[in-house]
């Protein structure tokens, strides 16, 4: 069956692509989920507009992303985690702390999705993730990860 995606899915593909999935993946969790259609004639023409709706809502708000951006630059990012004797964390650190930190520190919303950590971040120390908010606002974060 193939199918447009409406939202990005992990192992399947991206937003407003058309790829081939089971029949019963797409027919008994994609569309009715919301998260998919069906590739048809009549859907694929309005993939055009679908693409178009959605970039004409991102370039809204590339104004407010450069506004998170300058607020974050040259500020560190505190994160507390618990760790044992040896600076070594339990568990690691994630975007979805980083989301949540950015939230209560600098008031700042940003999607878990748009933070890309470069490496697993296990140990007390600094270090950089990646902020991929808008194809023309890409920014660098600093945090430190500090024993709670």
Known sequence: MEIILLENIEKVGDKHTIVKVRDGYGRNFLIPQGKAIIANATNRKRLGELIRREEATEAKKVG???EIMDKIKGQTL??????GAS???????????LAAALKEQFGADVDRRKIILPEEVKVLGTYTAQLDLHKDVKGELQFEVVED
Do not use: E, P
């Open 64 to 66: 407010v992303y450069q």
């Open 78 to 83: 505190k994160i507390a985690a618990k760790a």
């Open 87 to 97: 600076g070594k964390i339990f568990g690691s650190v994630t975007n979805v702390q």
